[in-house]
């Protein structure tokens, strides 16, 4: 059964820079479409970024386009959350799912999965992610 690991936060102060990354193991991240998602003490869980099955297709949150990027080695069977520009309202627990759908096409399968707007398959405990001077 394929388990996703989160590992790579921290505390930065703003204007930092991270990046996060996502291990699977017990089955491939191949063929899955994968995301990162986050969420802060009080709120609501956004999807942050994610990426196609084919990795033909992204997706980002209007509060992260053009600061984050999300990257796939499909060699390590590993994802990453490349972060830059750090804010204090980027503070939030850091996790990342998979979506095994097959039944859209990339680009509106990304926003789908982003917005939640299904049930995902299998999501990582979380890394925390703090923004602070």
């Known amino acids: 059964q394929l388990q996703l690991v989160e590992s790579g936060g921290g505390v930065v102060q703003p204007g930092g820079s991270l990046s996060l990354s996502c291990t699977a193991s017990g089955s491939t991240l191949d063929y899955r479409a994968i995301g990162w998602f986050r969420q802060a003490p009080g709120k609501e869980r956004e999807g942050v970024s994610c990426?196609?099955?084919?990795?033909?297709?992204?997706y980002y949150a209007d509060s992260v386009k053009g600061r984050f990027t999300i990257d796939r080695d499909f060699a390590k069977n590993m994802v990453y959350l490349h972060m830059r520009d750090l804010q204090p309202e980027d503070t939030a627990t850091y996790s990342c799912a998979i979506d095994n759908s097959n039944d859209m096409v990339p680009f509106l399968a990304v926003r789908r999965m982003c917005r939640m707007t299904r049930p995902l398959d299998s999501w990582g405990q979380g890394t925390q992610v703090t923004v602070s001077s």
């Open positions: 990426i196609s099955r084919s990795d033909s297709a992204s």
